[in-house]
């Protein structure tokens, strides 16, 4: 009996991380310490992805990057090098079914049932085929930066008055019950914001006077309850 066909399942933070590692360190040798160091992963489970990257020929047998992961660590040279990948890890069959960079999803999860898989495996497969078919470098980190960076800028909050302005105003308002002639929307006579309260604390001296303590008193009354002179 023919020996069923096996095709690469790696995590895109996988893809992305080891090549972000080969990009600082060239010469770096890739083993399961490393990367379950560097992507914060288990140690067995970084076995199998380094053999994983093994098996598409990005890492040697000591771990070490190849000549085409060479070519793959870099922008200018990244989509040659996938392309030379993927036709030798994927039959023909399935490049003409799902071309690269033009591959339906739910056709390449068809195909990898059809060779056996689960359903589940198989969109495993299907998501490893179309990481490595895109001829984008780290298209996955481009389209998630760019709404956080347009978003940021539509949510700037606005300048804010001064705390002491919007409260002498919000007292004013509440403590003459709109009587200064200000109108709604609807053109009924009344306040336009609901009333405040304010606690203040006041510290006074125990050696203050009775007049100095009526001073205080006067003063916040004009302050806070006062209307100004129009």
């Known amino acids: ?18 090549r ?4 600082r360190t060239p010469n770096a040798t890739i083993d399961d310490r490393l990367l379950g160091v560097q992507l914060g992963v288990q140690e067995a ?29 870099l922008d200018d040279t990244y989509a040659e090098a ?17 071309p690269p960079g033009e591959g339906d999803r739910q056709k390449i999860v068809n195909w990898f049932q059809r060779e056996g898989l689960g359903q589940g495996a198989a969109g495993n497969k299907a998501a490893t085929y179309l990481l490595l078919t895109s001829a984008t470098p780290n298209e996955a980190a481009v389209k998630n930066s760019k709404p956080q960076e347009k978003g940021a800028a539509r949510t ?6 001064p705390a002491t302005s919007r409260t002498a105003a919000s ?3 509440s403590a003459k019950g709109g009587s200064g002639g200000d109108e709604n929307r ?5 306040p336009e914001i609901m009333p405040l309260n304010v606690n203040v604390q006041i510290h006074i001296s125990a050696d203050a006077g009775s007049e100095q303590i009526e001073s205080i008193f006067s003063a916040m009354r004009r302050y806070l309850y006062d209307t100004p002179a129009s």
């Open 20 to 23: 972000n590692v080969l990009q």
């Open 171 to 173: 007292e004013r308002s």
């Open 82 to 98: 996938v392309e030379e990948l993927v036709s030798s890890v994927y039959p023909e069959g399935l490049l003409h079914v799902a």
């Open 186 to 190: 609807s053109g009924k006579t009344g």
């Open 45 to 73: 489970a970084a076995r199998a992805y380094i053999n994983e990257l093994r098996s598409v020929g990005i890492l040697t047998d000591e771990g070490r990057a190849t000549s085409l992961a060479q070519r793959w660590k």
């Open 1 to 18: 009996m023919a020996e069923k066909a096996r095709y690469p399942q790696i995590p895109s933070t996988v893809w992305w991380g080891v």
């Open 156 to 161: 700037s909050a606005p300048r804010s008055q």
